[in-house]
């Protein structure tokens, strides 16, 4: 479809997290190719607790104005009304974040019913495809966003690329039964079989913080990344940017990787995912 078409433009790239218009062109500045135009990174939405809500529409619609790249902003899951006015602000992507308090407990929003483009995030292929069934042309693995610790995204790529992998060398006969196990649509699950990926870009997001992060996700199989709370959250947010673009570019090449990871300054603080008090966003459900 266009929708899916439109996503996968932007392969190869880096999606940042912006809250303001010098921010975004920062972001713009330093090769990323999209922005995702926010009032509170997930890093403060963590500190500050309460409900997280799309954002100011007069603030996404400044942020637009500053830059060429698409714009992304976020609306809660299944508050389809949010996705309405973000629609007709004309962002260029809505994602359906985890990362915002969900409104729906048992519903997506039927992106069906929408022109703008989808992403949604998963943290396995059933999830994935449930999402592409309600219409997402973009998925990203969910990992655990503001918490500047990558290990969750890397569990939900491993997911997402074993089920794949696995999926490949399935009998096609076997492939009835999977789908029932994993809650996906047949036809979807065939069709993915069939291409070997998910039939949408796949990037990766939640815990990004340094280039080698970002690498990390690319060499697990990832088409591109999301960096929220890593790099305005860090010493030299522009630098720092610049090098994530670097280094989802040359993410096979050590020398590059080490070369661009020099003299970063500080990396934004991390949360340990062990303290029984971290809330996990990805299986978030009110
Ligand atoms: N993500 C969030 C934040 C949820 O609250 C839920 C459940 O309602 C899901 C994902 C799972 O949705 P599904 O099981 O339809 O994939």
């Given amino acids: 479809s266009v929708k899916v078409g439109l996503a ?7 999606i940042m997290d912006v809250v303001t218009p010098e921010q975004a062109r920062i972001a713009e500045e330093a090769g990323a190719c999209a922005v995702m135009a926010l009032e509170r990174v997930p890093a403060d939405i963590r ?5 997280a809500r799309m954002s100011d529409p007069g603030l996404i619609r400044d942020i637009k104005r500053a830059v060429t790249i698409p714009v992304m902003a976020k609306a809660r899951i299944g508050h389809f009304v949010e996705a309405q006015i973000l629609e007709a602000i004309g962002v260029d992507y809505v994602d359906e974040s985890e990362v915002l308090t969900p409104a729906d407990d048992a519903h997506h929003i039927n992106k069906h019913n929408f022109r703008v483009p989808f992403v949604c995030g998963c943290r396995d292929l059933g999830e994935a495809l449930r999402r592409v069934r309600e219409g997402a042309a973009m998925i990203r693995t969910k990992g655990e966003a503001g918490t500047g610790n990558v290990v969750e995204a890397v569990r939900h790529i491993r997911s997402v690329m074993g089920d794949v992998r696995a999926l490949r060398n399935m009998d096609d006969d076997e492939v009835f039964a999977y789908a029932k196990r994993i809650a996906a649509p047949y ?27 970002a690498a990390l996700m690319m060499q697990l199989g990832c088409d591109g990344v999301f960096v929220g709370s890593g790099i305005f959250k860090s010493g030299d947010p522009a630098r720092r940017a610049r090098a994530i673009v670097q280094a989802v570019t040359h993410y096979s090449d050590p020398e590059i990787l080490a070369d661009v990871s020099s003299g970063l300054g500080e990396a934004m603080v991390g949360i340990n995912l062990s303290d029984p008090k971290v809330e996990r966003y990805a299986a978030r459900s009110e």
């Fill in 8 to 14: 996968q433009m932007l392969r190869g790239g880096v």
């Fill in 187 to 213: 036809d979807l699950v065939m069709q993915t079989k069939q291409l070997g990926r998910l039939p949408v870009v796949q990037f990766a997001a939640g815990g990004v913080a340094t280039p080698a992060d």
């Fill in 47 to 51: 500190a500050q607790g309460g409900v």
